[in-house]
């Protein structure tokens, strides 16, 4: 039996210590899906606060650095019913709080115009004495593939094979399905698909397998396509034709270190 006047055993002191800290609760919610650059994204975190909560409000949203042994980087804060922008060069206008009165309970964020950058761990804590929580989640910002270059790669014989390419430029991994242009978008029979190298081989191939065809580059935030004119002759050579014209450049866009940059080369031959 316990002496009067002595110490609490440990599990009643576990259990008052829980039942201090537990009124302050950020709701459960699933982390953001993967998103691509140049969209928006809601960084969700809402609370609930309870009477036993009776100081200043403080939400703050910060990012783990590149490096692990830095510290947090600060990207929004709101304190003394007021919000402070984020400081982060390369973040500036475009960290906003989802609700016009975060204090009532809704501590989200939006991310607008996201750029690669961006990805990486986020942690809001919402602290009110002498309640703290803090819940941390992973953003995810992939490229989409820029529009395909598509091309007829040698000889467009009757009886000979027939080589059809695509390429894009995007976060891998990067998957390429062709179709041709018809009624049932059905390949021909002799038709092989790589859809890791984005090829297509006709074999053996006939007029028959003369038309449009499709290819669709797409990844994990999205898709492009382009399209190519296949002709097949019994002269022998015979120029394909892509929604670009022959006697131009082929123009392929790709987004690198966050800006759209247009590469532009010869002609394929």
């Given amino acids: 039996m316990a002496r009067i006047g002595s110490a609490a055993p440990p599990i009643l002191l576990v259990y008052l210590l829980a039942g201090w800290t537990k009124s302050l609760e950020i709701l459960p919610s699933p982390d953001p899906e993967e998103k691509a650059v140049g969209d928006s994204v809601m960084l969700r975190c809402q609370f609930t606060l309870d009477s036993a909560d009776i100081g200043p409000l403080d939400i703050e949203w910060s990012r783990t650095p590149p490096d692990p042994t830095a510290s947090q980087i600060i990207i929004i804060d709101y304190s003394g019913d007021r919000v402070y922008e984020t400081s982060v060069e390369n973040m500036k206008g475009r960290v906003h709080f989802s609700s016009m009165e975060p204090k009532n309970g809704d501590a989200s964020i939006n991310i607008t115009r996201l750029r690669s950058t961006d990805a990486g761990m986020y942690h809001c ?19 989409k593939p820029s529009p395909p270059t598509c091309l007829v790669d040698g000889t467009q014989e009757v009886g000979k094979d027939a080589l059809l390419k695509c390429l894009s430029v995007g976060t891998p991994p990067i998957t390429y399905f062709w179709t041709k242009q018809g ?12 859809i890791s190298a984005g090829t297509l081989k ?8 003369s038309g449009v065809y499709k290819c669709t580059a797409k990844n994990r935030v999205g898709s492009s396509d382009c399209f190519i004119r296949l002709s097949v002759s019994s002269c022998g050579y015979s120029l394909a034709s892509s929604e670009f014209p022959s006697s131009r450049f082929f123009e392929t866009s790709a987004l690198a270190n966050d800006e759209w940059l247009t590469f532009l080369s010869f002609p394929f031959r």
């Fill in 202 to 209: 006709v074999r053996n191939a006939s007029m028959d397998n």
């Fill in 125 to 143: 804590k919402v602290k009110k004495s002498p309640g703290s929580r803090t819940r941390p989640m992973k953003l995810e910002v992939s490229m």
């Fill in 183 to 194: 009624s049932t978008h059905m390949l021909p029979s002799t038709a092989i698909a790589d």
